[in-house]
């Protein structure tokens, strides 16, 4: 396993290797990230793994300060699974440089988390189109969980026509339901029961809201989930996730995508 903190060394050293699977993460590693990180070592070539948590992607300074961080425990899992290369930027080795391609924000960036969290995916496609440039990945590997997230770095490489596969990989979870999340570390147990009641409740609801399509309203929804202690619900929305639309036909595929906070922690899934 080669470690490396600057583009330059890094560059030099991966001149020469045609397939690289690059796993981009923000580090405070889950059995969500060794997913991806399997699943990429599968693959011919050599696995990237960058950690590097991105501060334009906070729309909050408080945010990024609390976000989870275990470089020493995240070093000792990527050393067990035995990847090839990892890229440990700091912010000025990834923002110093003049990037080739211009952003692309495609406007479903104002959908869902783009309400709430300003900048948030400018800041995202900033780092991936820089990553993208450094390191020139033939696949980069990321989860459904972040949907959205994937969705518009999806529009980006093909606007920008980068040479670069998106290996979308599933969402693994914990037992009791709820996905896996670096987040999850900020939790105390009560606000993890009451994360997994809400998976179930909607698991359950999923069902229901099938049969009701069409004049479905999230209003007892909301209340019910409330009352399952949430602090807050960020956004409760149906998308059929190939469209991008709204779902009106009960034999259409939908997913119920959804922010919501417990105290101060903020939590994304889709189901
Ligand atoms: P992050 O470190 O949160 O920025 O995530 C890095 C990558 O891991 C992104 O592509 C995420 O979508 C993916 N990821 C995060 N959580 C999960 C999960 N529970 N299952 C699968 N992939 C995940």
Same mark, same amino acid.
């Given at each position: 396993?080669k470690?490396f903190?600057?583009?330059h060394k890094l560059?030099k050293?991966?001149?020469?290797?045609?397939?690289?699977?690059?796993?981009?993460?923000?580090?405070?590693l889950?059995?969500?990230?060794i997913?991806?990180?399997?699943?990429?070592?599968?693959f011919?070539?050599?696995?990237?793994?960058?950690? =590097?948590?991105n501060?334009?992607? =906070?729309?909050e300074?408080?945010? =990024?300060?609390?976000?989870?961080?275990?470089?020493?425990?995240?070093?000792?899992?990527?050393?067990?699974?035995?990847?090839?290369?990892i890229y440990?930027?700091?912010?000025?080795?990834v923002?110093?440089?003049?990037?080739?391609?211009k952003? =692309?924000?495609?406007k479903?960036?104002?959908k869902?988390?783009?309400?709430?969290?300003r900048?948030?995916?400018?800041?995202?496609?900033?780092?991936?189109?820089?990553?993208?440039?450094?390191i020139k990945?033939?696949?980069?590997?990321?989860g459904?969980?972040?949907?959205?997230?994937?969705?518009?770095?999806?529009?980006?490489?093909?606007?920008?026509?980068?040479?670069?596969?998106?290996?979308?990989?599933?969402?693994?979870?914990?037992?009791?339901?709820?996905?896996?999340s670096?987040r999850?570390?900020n939790?105390?147990?009560n606000?993890f029961?009451?994360?997994?009641?809400?998976?179930?409740?909607?698991?359950?609801k999923?069902?229901?809201?099938?049969?009701?399509?069409?004049?479905?309203k999230?209003l007892n929804?909301?209340?019910?989930l409330?009352?399952?202690?949430l602090?807050?619900?960020?956004?409760?929305?149906?998308?059929?996730?190939?469209?991008?639309?709204?779902p009106?036909?009960?034999?259409?595929?939908?997913?119920?995508?959804?922010?919501?906070?417990l105290?101060?922690i903020?939590l994304?899934?889709?189901?």
């Amino acid at each position: 396993m080669k470690i490396f903190k600057s583009k330059h060394k890094l560059q030099k050293e991966i001149l020469n290797i045609k397939n690289i699977s690059f796993v981009p993460t923000m580090g405070g590693l889950h059995k969500g990230h060794i997913s991806l990180i399997k699943k990429s070592k599968s693959f011919k070539g050599k696995t990237l793994v960058s950690i =590097f948590v991105n501060p334009k992607q =906070f729309n909050e300074k408080k945010d =990024f300060i609390n976000y989870p961080r275990n470089l020493k425990k995240d070093l000792m899992i990527l050393k067990r699974l035995n990847v090839d290369l990892i890229y440990l930027p700091n912010s000025k080795d990834v923002f110093s440089f003049q990037v080739k391609n211009k952003i =692309f924000l495609d406007k479903f960036s104002k959908k869902l988390c783009g309400k709430s969290r300003r900048g948030h995916f400018k800041g995202v496609l900033n780092i991936v189109n820089r990553f993208l440039e450094i390191i020139k990945p033939k696949y980069i590997f990321l989860g459904i969980k972040d949907f959205q997230q994937s969705y518009l770095i999806n529009i980006h490489i093909l606007k920008r026509k980068i040479n670069t596969k998106i290996i979308h990989c599933k969402t693994i979870r914990e037992k009791n339901g709820i996905a896996c999340s670096t987040r999850n570390n900020n939790l105390n147990r009560n606000q993890f029961k009451i994360a997994s009641n809400v998976i179930k409740y909607l698991r359950n609801k999923k069902r229901l809201i099938k049969k009701e399509l069409s004049n479905f309203k999230f209003l007892n929804i909301k209340k019910d989930l409330m009352n399952l202690g949430l602090t807050k619900i960020d956004y409760i929305e149906l998308y059929n996730s190939k469209t991008l639309k709204r779902p009106k036909n009960k034999k259409e595929k939908f997913k119920i995508f959804i922010a919501f906070y417990l105290n101060k922690i903020r939590l994304i899934d889709n189901i």
